[in-house]
């Protein structure tokens, strides 16, 4: 039996994702949307109507099926196992190992885990500090804050955002377009494809207002809020034997489906496939997983996931990869297409889809997201509520809302570690010497400022902590990098996780 105290963590981890992303119903309808936007005026890359068509106007024919694949909440170590037990297997029809999008919520995460999933060619998206519903501007802003100074994760690369509980209004929509964030993902397409009312829209900017859960969201909708540029990427819901009634769409596994009086993993694989069929013979809207990995976690002390709903997601991650063109994308990788829709005929050079890896020397020692580099080289911060490692140096405190980038704790005889500037790629960024490795256009790269700081400032990266950060502006063009996931070895897994009873597993040379 496991110790009281362990149960304790445990259990409003679990309550907090079990009660998280449920729908019973129908969000939205084509009244209460009262939804018009002129195609003739509202043209890609940065408009697009909501609409069930594919954009560029593309026959959905030429158009590959999208399977967008999300997680929710911490980063740890068996948060990314129960990932990968459904993905580090499999590859897109290009032969790139599929990415995803975590939206990462601080409270228990490990950060050097965040760093190492981001250089790895993942997206990482903001899912507040805290995990509250309908969040001020603090909790959003604070968590890019810290993602930047204690992940390593450049400022323009967090451009997503999904409301904890999917609770938010349009104030938080407001508050997003604010802080330079390029999408929302928190709205549901609660209605099936098959339903003429359908509201499963390709993703959309709010030029001419929301059209997804206008039943749900006071002052959304007909029109309203007016966010030019702003991205909705709805989440597509699946439907089970009552069609628009049996709607499931966060961890639709944990549901009971309609008919039956418990989990019920045959029918759960039914209508899945059933689900993404009409999508896929329909107008190719994209369908999604939505997962809070914990729950299929078997490395989660006191969790006890179900050998037959993991061989029942696989199952049908295999028989939807058995179909012609799909591939499994993470929300940056779907918005990119959407924003620069090419036909299947242009895929294989479309260079957001592409699997590529930072030229770094595997002798080269170090603190970069790259675990073979920076063994021995984390920072091991020992808080007695959610200790965590990053290679970017403690903070004195532990990051809060209200001060999410405290001071730099520095051992003695060390000096302070650089955070990430805003002219280097995290992969290539030696926080420990204070220099880039790369130079060349080949990786050429600029965050940019966000009005994220006290009263609105802008901040960028760099520094050593505590600082309100400095105002800057990008002075070239932003070249991501899209790294090849890396095979992490199992003793470097056992060395970085941090247990939240504190325990460490495996040897370290803790710096």
Known sequence: MLPHVLLCLIAPLLVLAGDDGGITGATSSAEAAGYSCDASKCKLPNCAC????????????????FVVFTADDAVQSYTLDSVNQFLAHRQNPNGCAPKMTY???????NYTLVTDWYVAGNEIADHTMTHVGDPPKDEINGNL????????????????????????????????????????????ASIPVTDPGTDAFWPYTLDNGMANDCLEVEGSCKGQPVLPGFWEIPMYAFFDSAGAAGPHLMDPWLDIPSGSTK???????EYMKNTFTAHYTGNRQPIGLYTHPIHLSTTYPGVNPSNSTINMINEFLDWAQQQQNVWIVSNEQLLAWVRNPVPLSQLN?????????????????????????????????????????????????????????????????????IRLPANCSTPFWDPIGGKCLCTSSQ?????????????????????????????????????????????????????TV??????????????
């Open 103 to 109: 939206f990462t919520s601080l409270n228990f995460t």
């Open 443 to 495: 990786c050429a790269f600029n965050d940019v400022s966000r009005p994220i700081g006290p009263n609105g400032a802008n901040l960028t990266g760099g520094g050593t902590g505590g600082a309100a950060g400095a105002s800057a502006s990008p002075t070239g063009q932003y070249i991501p990098f899209n790294g090849e996931l890396f095979t992490v070895p199992p003793s470097v897994w056992a060395a």
């Open 263 to 269: 989990v019920n993993d045959t029918a759960t694989l």
């Open 349 to 417: 050079d479309f260079a957001p889809l592409k699997c590529s890896t930072p030229q770094v020397d595997a002798s080269q020692k170090i603190c970069n997201g790259i675990p073979g580099n920076e063994d021995g080289l984390l920072s091991h911060c020992a808080f007695s509520d959610f200790p965590f490692y990053t290679c970017y140096g403690c903070p004195e405190t532990e990051p809060t809302v209200n001060n999410p980038n405290p001071p730099q704790q520095i051992p003695d005889g060390q000096q302070a570690r």
């Open 498 to 511: 941090v247990g939240l009873v504190g325990a460490v597993v495996g040897a370290m040379t803790v710096v």
């Open 145 to 188: 804050i810290a993602l930047n100074a204690l992940a390593g994760i450049p400022l323009t690369s967090i451009a997503g955002f999904r409301a904890p509980f999917l609770n938010y209004s349009v104030n938080t929509l407001k508050l997003l377009a604010a802080a330079g964030f390029t999408y929302d993902s928190s709205a549901a």
């Open 50 to 65: 909501a609409s069930t068509s594919p954009p560029g106007g593309l026959s959905p024919s030429d158009v590959p099926m």
